[in-house]
């Protein structure tokens, strides 16, 4: 059964700052891996894809990285803003385009002013 | 930009009432998912749902719950005799397997047991 763990629950740093999230997984045999943010209340929105077969993807401030085979994901946030604060998911499918979403229980970050 | 639509933002239900939850997905998507978040607790799959059927569940979603897909558009979630710990926040999703199957989320239903 696929576990995802994201250490340490909450973050917070001082406005500026480049900061990594991880996020653990148990078993490599997955689809792909997904990052989300999500803001107290509301729903989920994706960040970010990787495929299993890619190592890394970009958007913005924002970098994904992926090593399947030692089950780990990072996601790089660069010159972190006030505007970030809110928790950050990570999700990996199972095998197949169909399967389900295994989720971490998050980071909640911090960014002060 | 193309979202998933979720409605009732918010259901307060009394103990042992069915209620429906709804969703419209992403048009062209083919492949539409429920997952549950009881607050303070991870996000958890319920349901997927692909060529009018259900492709896999989990265990919770026992006998209690159904899904439905009525028309060309609408997903349903129907729980029925509402118990407690059913109170959640509901999210539906859907995604496009032809593509890169990136998982869209709706703002979720907030279901409120009493």
């Known amino acids: 059964k696929q576990e995802v763990t994201q250490i340490p629950a909450a973050l917070s740093v001082p406005e500026g700052e480049n900061l990594v999230l991880n996020c653990s997984f148990t078993?490599?045999?997955?689809?792909?891996l997904q990052w989300f943010r999500q803001d107290p209340g509301k729903g989920l929105t994706s960040l970010l894809l990787?495929?299993?077969?890619?190592r890394e993807q970009t958007s913005g401030r924002l970098n994904a990285s992926l090593d399947k085979s030692s089950g780990r994901s990072t996601l790089y946030i660069a010159a972190s803003q006030p505007g970030d604060s809110a928790t950050y998911l990570c999700?990996?499918?199972?095998?197949?385009?169909?399967?389900?979403?295994?989720f971490g229980k998050g980071i909640t970050l911090s960014v002060r002013p | 930009e193309p979202e998933v639509t979720q409605t009732p933002s918010h259901q307060v239900t009394q103990m042992g009432q069915e209620v429906i939850l709804r969703c419209v997905p992403i048009s062209n998507h083919l492949y539409f998912y429920w997952y549950r978040q009881i607050l303070g607790q991870k996000v958890e799959f319920l349901v997927s749902f692909y060529n009018n059927e259900i492709s896999e569940k989990s265990e919770i979603f026992d006998d209690q719950f159904s899904v439905e897909r009525p028309d060309g558009s609408n997903f349903t979630l129907k729980i029925r005799s509402t118990k407690l710990e059913d109170s959640a926040m509901y999210f539906c999703a859907s995604s496009d397997s032809r593509t890169n199957t990136e998982a869209f989320f709706g703002q979720g239903t907030r279901l409120t047991v009493v």
């Open positions: 990787i495929q299993s077969s890619q």
């Open positions: 078993d490599s045999a997955i689809y792909n």
């Open positions: 999700a990996v499918k199972g095998t197949g385009a169909n399967s389900k979403l295994t």
